[in-house]
C-alpha cells in the first residue's frame, strides 16, 4: 500500500508561483509512475503532467506546457508540481496520483492510488 499527502496549495496572485509537494509512503516509490490532476468546482478531474519512476520521462497538459514542472526526488519519496505563471483557470483542487506500474499515464483510471488534494486558488 502506498498513501499520498499533498501539501503546498494556498491562495496566489495572477502571475504568481506555487510549489506543490505530495509525500509517499510505503516502498519502492521509485518504481511508480506518478502524476497529478486536479479538479475545478462543477468539472470532472483533468490531467495535468505525469512522470515516470526514474524521473526520465514527463509530459504535460496543452493548458500548463511551458509554465508547470513536474520532478521527483525518489530518495526522499516525494513528487512535485511547480507551477509558475499561474492563471485563474489554475483555480483547482490538485491531487497527486500513483501507479504501480510504472505508467505516465494521462488517464486517471491508470492510477490506483490518490491523495486527499490540496486547494490552489488563483486571483485575478
Known amino acids: 500500500q502506498v498513501q499520498l499527502e499533498e501539501s503546498g496549495g494556498g491562495l496566489v496572485q495572477a502571475g504568481g508561483s506555487l510549489r506543490l509537494s505530495c509525500a509517499a509512503s510505503?516502498?519502492?516509490?521509485?518504481?511508480?509512475?506518478m502524476g497529478w490532476f486536479r479538479q475545478a468546482p462543477g468539472k470532472a478531474r483533468e490531467f495535468v503532467a505525469t512522470?515516470?519512476?526514474?524521473?526520465?520521462?514527463?509530459y504535460y497538459a496543452n493548458s500548463v506546457k511551458g509554465r508547470f514542472t513536474i520532478s521527483r526526488d525518489n530518495a526522499k519519496n516525494t513528487v512535485y508540481l511547480q507551477m509558475n505563471s499561474l492563471k485563474s483557470e489554475d483555480t483547482a483542487v490538485y491531487y497527486c496520483?500513483?501507479?504501480?506500474?510504472?505508467?505516465?499515464?494521462?488517464?486517471?483510471?491508470?492510477?490506483?492510488?490518490w491523495g486527499q488534494g490540496t486547494q490552489v486558488t488563483v486571483s485575478s
Open positions: 496520483a500513483g501507479n504501480s506500474d510504472n505508467l505516465y499515464s494521462v488517464e486517471l483510471k491508470d492510477y490506483n492510488y
Open positions: 510505503g516502498r519502492s516509490f521509485s518504481s511508480y509512475g
Open positions: 512522470i515516470r519512476g526514474s524521473g526520465s520521462i514527463a
